[in-house]
């Protein structure tokens, strides 16, 4: 496994390139399924979790080509309607092929995801809605078994805001005869992306964005090209990486709308974050010079789970003391450890952090331990005095395109060294 050596101490300087968004990507991917032809995805990262989504698609037998930033995928009759566990315990989006494969092919058989290091994440919501529009589903061995020769438009109210559930059933309610109205549904722009390329095949989707979405069954999609939009979470860490380091960073390619919650955060703590032409400059005078800010983690537009790690690696330095309270999943705290072998001061009461701004980090040996946390150590490691050691950073792999050659060129000293497994 691979490990990064981090060399603390020096401040960001330069442009940063934002890469597509792999929440985006991992989705439009499976829709491909949708279709018969031969679909073409641009501005696809280059990805753990991109590779194994088109090992599952392979799997299941479309022809499916992964030359990043392209990926091209053409679904003609698959030999299979399967997601086996060996795919799926890489990857909980494996799951996204459900609804195509209901909806396409009239039957599936999916691994259930089972638990993950930061939390339960069932897919209760998912099976709740297809039930609705008419499928059979029984759960055997640990599969979901889900069977129906053409799904029915449904009124279906989800109990949670689930991202992949409400993008799960807009791409089985797209073939379904009828209408769907799909209440309670996420509002990420991931869901908005998909709900464009659905439309670009044909389908009829309307309100996405908002927490009520509309769809209108067709008879059939059409493959496309598109291109995908950049990757918000990989935006805001580098935000983050910037103003923490105390540096002058263009962040290129983001919308800025898509990390409003974030850098209105960033701001309030006394980073300076302004629109420039293809992005934001980020300028900050470094962590030690900004404010405790407290944060509350929500679905969109509130502030990104995924980026409640990163936003606490700049806060162990803020002066005075903030608040950082979990809300969306019950385990997301495990990078404290990590940040505290640093010398961060940082006390956890259940779903709340309490950050008390220490003076200094000081590098050490650190444990990643899931996809953000990985992001969050890499983030204190530049800001701490010393070595910094990111111990198994496969995790980051599945989101960052090869961080250290986008940081290395900003100034960061930072490489990857081969480690034990």
Request: with cysteine; net charge neutral.
């Amino acid at each position: 496994m691979d490990n990064l050596i981090v060399e603390g101490g020096v401040p960001l300087h330069g442009t940063i390139r934002v890469s597509g968004a792999k929440n985006a990507a991992l989705p439009i991917l499976a829709s491909a399924l949708l279709t018969e032809g031969a679909c073409t995805f641009r501005n696809v990262p280059r990805l753990r979790d991109i590779e194994t989504m088109a090992a599952l698609l392979r799997f299941m037998g479309a022809e499916t080509e992964v030359e990043p930033p392209m990926v091209s995928v053409r679904t003609g009759h698959l030999k299979r309607t399967e997601a086996p566990y060996e795919l799926v315990k890489q990857m909980r989006a494996s799951v996204l092929v459900l609804g195509p494969l209901v909806a396409r092919y009239g039957r599936a058989r999916v691994s259930l995801p089972g638990g993950c290091a930061i939390g339960a994440r069932p897919i209760d919501q998912h099976l709740k809605g297809l039930e609705a529009m008419g499928a059979t589903i029984r759960l055997d061995h640990g599969y979901v078994l889900a069977e129906c020769p053409r799904l029915r438009g449904a009124t279906i109210h989800l109990d949670m805001a689930t991202v992949t559930g409400t993008e799960n059933l807009m791409m089985a309610a797209a073939l379904a005869k009828g209408h769907t109205q799909l209440i309670g549904a996420a509002r990420e722009p991931e869901v908005e992306e998909l709900a464009r390329v659905l439309n670009k095949m044909g389908a009829r989707v309307d309100g996405a964005g908002t927490d009520v979405i509309h769809i209108e069954g067709v008879d059939e999609l059409h493959p496309i090209d598109h291109a995908i939009i950049p990757d918000r979470i990989e935006a805001g860490t580098f935000m983050i990486a910037a103003a923490a380091t105390g540096g002058d960073v263009l962040v290129d390619g983001v919308v800025p709308e898509h990390v409003e919650p974030t850098s209105a955060k960033m701001r309030a703590a006394g980073v300076d974050i302004v629109r420039e032409e293809g992005g934001l400059r980020v300028r900050s005078p470094g962590a030690r010079e900004l404010r405790g800010v407290d944060i509350t983690t929500a679905p969109h537009p509130g502030f990104p789970t995924d980026m409640q790690a990163q936003f606490m690696a700049l806060m162990t330095l803020a002066r005075g003391t903030s608040v950082v309270t979990e809300s969306v999943f019950e385990n997301r705290f495990m990078h404290v450890p990590e940040l505290s072998r640093m010398g961060a001061d940082i006390e956890v009461r259940g779903r709340v952090a309490i950050v008390n701004g220490a003076p200094s980090l000081e590098g050490a040996s650190v444990m990643a331990t899931d996809l953000r946390a990985s992001a969050c150590l890499v983030i204190a490691g530049l800001v701490a005095g010393g070595t910094t050691e990111v111990l198994r950073v496969y995790h980051l792999d599945r989101g960052y395109e090869a961080i250290e050659k986008k940081l290395g060129p900003l100034g960061a000293r930072i490489r990857r060294v081969r480690g034990n497994a």
